[in-house]
């Protein structure tokens, strides 16, 4: 059974620093593109970064661009967000997901964690 | 505001169909690439309902439907029920900003 747990969310004054991680199991993780994506309270899903099965050609959303930098051990089977430089709109429910499909450009995610809350603010 | 446009809410009575729309451009869902959508009961991770255009993953109701044309897509529920009240959010790749896009959602309510 494919199971992804999201934690490292909390509260953080404007301007700090949150790592998150999501372990994922259930499945060969390092086959897989993995990605984030937040949603704000009251607000739709946005997609914010991803990274390859390899650990390559990470992107990111250009509201977190420069700010945010996505990673993953495969050893672990774990994904990450290391987020700096936080402000009050980053506040959101970041949850992970698996990254299915042929190409890129037609991924879908057809497995999400159970959301982690990050909450920005003095 | 949101790259594919959806409508906020759409309702109807238990065994009624309903659709909801996605509307996007030329350079994501025109481009050709596909449209996935998602069902999120409000507290809870979304789901995949629907993905590339059509497809249903294992254990959803083939009440479910999607269909895409042109620069939009569809999702169509046939005799709706009150388990199916939640958002609803489709999603595409869009090749100019080089990223995954979301709808703004739909929230539908069951009368």
């Known amino acids: 059974e494919v199971q992804l747990l999201d934690s490292g969310g909390g509260m953080v004054q404007p301007g700090g620093s949150l790592r998150l991680s999501c372990a994922a199991s259930?499945?060969?993780?390092?086959?897989?593109?993995m990605v984030w994506v937040r949603q704000a309270p009251g607000k739709g899903l946005e997609w914010v970064s991803s990274?390859?099965?390899?650990?390559?050609?990470?992107k990111y959303a250009d509201s977190v661009k420069g700010r945010f930098t996505i990673s993953r051990d495969n050893s672990k089977d774990t994904l990450y967000l290391q987020m700096s430089s936080l402000r009050v709109e980053d506040t959101a429910v970041y949850y992970c997901?698996?990254?299915?499909?042929?190409?890129?450009?037609?991924?879908?995610?057809?497995?999400w964690g159970q959301g982690t809350v990050v909450t920005v603010s003095s | 505001q949101s790259v594919l446009t959806q409508p906020p809410s759409v309702s109807g009575a238990p065994g009624q169909r309903v659709t909801m729309s996605c509307t996007g451009s030329?350079?994501?869902?025109?481009?050709?690439?596909?449209v996935h959508w998602y069902q999120q009961v409000p507290g809870t991770a979304p789901k995949v309902l629907i993905y590339d255009d059509t497809n249903r993953p294992s254990g959803v109701p083939d009440r479910f439907s999607g269909s895409k044309s042109g620069t939009s897509a569809s999702l169509a529920i046939t005799e709706v029920q009150a388990e199916d009240e939640a958002d609803y959010y489709c999603q595409s790749y869009d090749n100019r900003l080089s990223g995954w896009v979301f709808g703004g959602g739909t929230k539908l309510t069951v009368l």
């Open positions: 997901a698996k990254g299915e499909g042929a190409e890129m450009t037609n991924y879908h995610f057809d497995y």
């Open positions: 259930g499945f060969t993780f390092g086959n897989f593109a």
């Open positions: 990274i390859f099965g390899g650990g390559n050609g990470p």
């Open positions: 030329s350079s994501n869902i025109g481009a050709g690439n596909n």
